[in-house]
């Protein structure tokens, strides 16, 4: 199976955001790929202080223009995160839609990023804007079982566990990482949870400066259950690609016997 990420720095502006996705698109589907992992905050990205007005509801405006890119462009757009308005409070959802653009299922962020790093004055806390999920969600897509998860989600390794042991066989964490724990940490924590769970690993991350006081990492990355790096976007906005084989994942528990041991 091959599978893209696009990696983007989003602004705030959701129509500057669409028309570079929708850009993207046409490229992948030239490539014959047919499954688009996107980042976290793909449609429209805050400043963290507040929320984005453009909140996606089921069916409104900003659900529709997520829905009509995957069946515009016959796609998979797998993973990718808005700030989505339920029942009064706001959740960073995972968005996941098949190529006719129906929705396959979305999972809302359970852990909320909080950071305060007193070297360069970076201080987030989700908390102050979203609400957090109440439990993990796997969907399948072309005979693949895909765990989802959003970037501060990925230091919590008893969530990869979970999916690992119900059969998944790719975990996918869309991201914006800041640049000081996207450089201390990102490639070890995404290669780590490729290794321990011998799946293959999909981060689509956000890069550059998404505003006055948002700058991420980039850096999305396709690591494979051995832990090798199969493509590693760096810095810029760019799309990167890859090839998934399920006897590579065979290979790799055969030979380490890992799997065989974990249990429901």
Same mark, same amino acid.
């Given at each position: ?14 129509? @500057? ?43 409104? @405006? ?11 462009? @016959? ?190």
């Amino acid at each position: 199976m091959k599978i893209a990420i696009y990696q983007l720095t989003s602004v705030y502006n959701f129509e @500057e955001n669409l028309k570079k996705i929708d850009e993207a698109c046409l490229q992948v589907k030239r490539s014959g790929a047919n499954i688009l992992f996107l980042p976290e905050c793909f449609y429209s990205i805050s400043n963290g202080l507040k929320p984005t007005e453009y909140l996606v509801e089921q069916n409104n @405006e900003h659900y529709k223009n997520i829905s009509n890119l995957a069946k515009k462009h @016959e796609l998979y757009l797998i993973g990718g995160s808005a700030a989505t308005k339920l029942k009064g409070s706001i959740i960073n959802r995972a968005y996941n839609f098949d190529p006719q653009g129906n929705e396959l299922s979305h999972y809302d962020k359970m852990h909320l990023f909080s950071c305060s790093l007193k070297k360069d004055g970076t201080s987030i806390d989700e908390a102050d804007i979203y609400t957090s999920g109440t439990k993990p969600q796997s969907i399948e897509v072309e005979g693949w079982k895909i765990g989802l998860g959003i970037c501060f989600d990925l230091r919590y390794p008893e969530m990869s566990r979970k999916y690992a042991v119900e059969g998944v066989t790719i975990l996918t964490f869309s991201s914006a990482f800041t640049v000081p724990t996207g450089k201390a940490h990102w490639h070890t924590l995404l290669k780590a949870r490729a290794i321990e769970n011998q799946c293959y690993v999909v981060a689509a991350a956000q890069w550059g400066k998404n505003n006055e006081r948002i700058q991420t990492y980039g850096h999305s990355l396709i690591i494979d259950p051995w832990g090798e790096v199969l493509a590693d976007a760096g810095e810029g906005e760019k799309i990167i690609f890859a090839e998934l084989d399920h006897e590579r994942v065979k290979q790799v528990r055969d030979s380490v016997g890992v799997y065989k041991y974990l249990k429901p």
